[in-house]
């Protein structure tokens, strides 16, 4: 099982698992397709191109790990790129 593979199965289990990071989602998004887009502060945005998918959050302070509800909303565009 590549990474991209164990990384995904990870960030898809529910309920969300709590000890994930923002740069576990970077490694994720970048090899799923997505590219980073920096924005002022802490803003970040991830676009996939070819499914036109785009991802806004903001990083997470102080600690790298990120909230459950963002976790969630996560899925679902996880899901629309992998299934779609």
């Not at 593979?5 to 698992?17: E, I, T, W």
């Amino acid at each position: 099982m590549s990474k991209k593979d164990k990384l995904l199965n990870r960030f898809l289990q529910k309920p969300p698992k709590k000890d994930l990071t923002f740069s576990e989602l970077e490694t994720l998004l970048s090899s799923c397709g997505f590219y980073k887009i920096e924005c002022a502060g802490s803003a970040v945005k991830f676009f996939h191109k070819e499914k036109d998918i785009l991802i806004n959050l903001h990083k997470p302070h102080p600690s790298d790990i990120l909230k459950v509800y963002l976790i969630k909303q996560i899925q679902v565009k996880l899901l629309e790129v992998c299934n779609g």
